[in-house]
């Protein structure tokens, strides 16, 4: 039984696939549904094939790959990620998870000692958009999002049925509860965490849940030239010390948690015009809700202080929000105790970013290891992870599941 | 020799301005070089014909139109505004200030005591896209700006053409210093000091001088979840802690200068992604050059120290600006003594906008007076100016070509 997954192997894989879709700036571009994704999971599932494994695409348009247990009364093991990128994304994210899941099916397909569980490897669709594939997996997939269009210009409805899905039988790929034994995945971490503290591997404790609001504040629009400073009800000002205040409340409590304003909308926004209107968007993260709500109290109290010190009013809409998904105590202990055979140093973090994972552990024990992002870039051609934290995640999430298919 | 205009006649002229371009919403919108605009110009047109008056259109596009003087060897008195509207804009803005200088020629033209010096009424073309044909009728519309695309979609030259006036031969309509004896324009204030004030007239002292700036942070773009507070270069933080320190150093400083940030974009404002990039516009104006230098210089300084607090950097363009024009302090004396004699009550004030006046102060002794627009609205269909301060306006025009027509 190899106690490690072949190198070699697993880099030329994750090589294979970075050339489907390559960029000239060196990055990959394989948004959902489009041609080049719809082409890279068709190499996946050659992979598959070549190790024997039984492929199934289900209505959603997931691919699952099955390899056969020595105990067919258990449930499967299932091992995986994602192979959609963002536009012009990089070659890590996601694909790393699905070769080293692959790597992994082929160790323990070849070596003696089979596992006692079935071992599904799964490549789930438009993780990028949404997590889409793995929300229909787990029946949390509303039919009025299958309107939605993606980035590649599909709507999700006919996303799907490029893939081989049938949009309108997405009951029939739900997992029933319990029907899986565990969930592993290995992403990279997309953040800065593991490199700045020298760790090999990031056992993650859960997935934040994200929080959007959207804040507007009315003024009045006159012209810049002819309304004195006392006599303005300046929208962008309000804003402005909105975005200010939220990164006063946010830093000014300890915690892991983060808060971000990334958009800014102003009416008229003319360069001589004092702005009526400005929308700002608002985003809060963190593994603890009740955290969110004291950070949203605080701001909500600031913004109110705001719109009374600049004559103006605010509103916050709440638009859309993940819950936290922390992840199961068997998975994170069984990532810890195989680092730490393998000589690798751990750190315990949060995913600051939404996982396939985080769906995964409505049906089953979830988790997930990170290996460190090079200056924490992700999302971006820079995107990168060395050699060998790609293989000493691949190794981990080959011990972890050794390590859970002896467990109960 | 009647001592005050026919107030039936100004309102009516007013009100049939009105009707070319009337919107739903109650406006006009009457965009330089627009049919509407045409229109209204040859209605204006066929009024100076029905007083008499010999009409030329320049080669700017300007209409001039002229009463004889007594004094055949004196320079003419100019009077006038523009007809030209911002897009769904108000009744009074422009139209008011030929419609009464109409109201003065006639009211001249039909007494007995005919004044000395001639009588020029000019509609200037294009005041609302940068007072263009003042600009011309200067000497200082440079040839470049020919190609500029107005709002009716017409660039300044096939505008001017549009209007009858040659862009190819610009000089010809370019006025010599001293040619004219003075400028005198009646505008509404749109803003807000003579009715809070409580005054009937307002005396302009100058015309602002208006600087623009694009102030670009520059950042680093990155993931909203995985990148923590500290790490953080936040490129919208630092232009949202601009926007304030730009409001505080204006209001900080006695006087009536103003400061506005009216536009701020971001990249790649997207609520989930950190702004690796922000630029805002920053506009000063004032009467004082040195003050807005001195503005300036404070504001930079805060921009410096943002950009190390944020860890991102900083970078000022100019872009363009005019420089303050004083009004001549005999055209102000006039003004103030004229409606002192009709008791009506004055108030010494900037304009914080620009005006045809600010150019013809470069030929000849020129001056404005404002009459209060309610709530301070102005370029919106709500723009409205009480039909008596219309009348007033009128009349202390009458009675400062008077005034001027017996100095020297």
């Known amino acids: 039984m190899s106690s490690s997954v072949d190198a070699t192997n697993l880099l030329a894989r994750l090589r294979d696939l970075s050339a489907i879709g390559a960029t000239a700036s060196g990055g990959v571009h394989r948004p959902a549904y489009s041609d080049d994704d719809l082409a890279a999971r068709e190499v996946v599932r050659g992979w598959m094939r070549e190790l024997g494994m039984t492929v199934h695409v289900d209505t959603a348009g997931n691919t699952f790959a099955r390899l056969e247990g020595s105990d067919p009364a258990l449930p499967p093991i299932v091992i995986g990620s994602h192979t959609d990128t963002v536009p012009d994304g990089g070659r890590y994210d996601g694909a790393l998870g699905v070769v080293a899941a692959l790597e992994v099916a082929r160790t323990l397909g070849e070596?003696?000692?089979?596992?006692?569980?079935?071992?599904?490897?799964?490549?789930?669709?438009?993780?990028?958009?949404?997590?889409?594939?793995?929300?229909?997996?787990?029946?949390?997939?509303d039919a009025a999002e299958l309107s939605r269009t993606a980035v590649s210009g599909f709507t999700l409805r006919d996303g799907i049925r490029r893939l081989g899905g049938d949009p309108d039988r997405l009951d029939d790929c739900v997992l029933a509860t319990g029907s899986r034994a565990a969930y592993v995945e290995l992403h990279i971490e997309q953040g800065s965490v593991l490199e700045r503290g020298g760790n090999d591997i990031g056992i993650v404790e859960g997935i934040v849940g994200i929080w959007y609001w959207e804040v507007s504040f009315d003024g009045v629009a006159s012209h810049a030239g002819t309304t004195p400073m006392r006599d303005r009800h300046d929208a962008l000002l309000a804003a402005a010390r909105f975005v200010d205040a939220v990164h006063d409340v946010v830093t000014s409590v300890p915690g892991r948690h983060v808060g971000t304003v990334g958009r800014l909308t102003m009416h008229p926004g003319a360069p001589n015009v004092i702005a009526g209107r400005a929308v700002a968007t608002l985003e809060l993260r963190d593994l603890i809700a009740s955290t969110v709500e004291k950070l949203y109290q605080a701001i909500e109290a600031r913004a109110g202080e705001i719109a009374r010190d600049t004559g103006t009013t605010v509103h916050f809409r709440s638009t859309t929000h993940t819950t936290p998904a922390p992840t199961d105590p068997r998975v994170r202990g069984a990532i810890e105790r195989v680092a730490g055979a393998l000589g690798l140093s751990t750190a315990f973090l949060a995913s600051g970013a939404g996982h396939d994972a985080q769906h995964m552990a409505i049906v089953c024990p979830s988790g997930m290891l990170f290996v460190p992002s090079v200056n924490g870039l992700s999302h971006t051609p820079r995107e990168f992870t060395r050699d060998q934290d790609c293989v000493n995640g691949a190794n981990v999430l080959l011990g972890v599941v050794r390590h859970l298919d002896a467990l109960d």
Chains 1, 2 share one sequence.
């Open 111 to 141: 070596g003696k000692g089979r596992p006692r569980h079935p071992l599904e490897v799964v490549d789930f669709q438009n993780e990028e958009g949404g997590i889409v594939g793995s929300k229909a997996a787990v029946g949390r997939l």
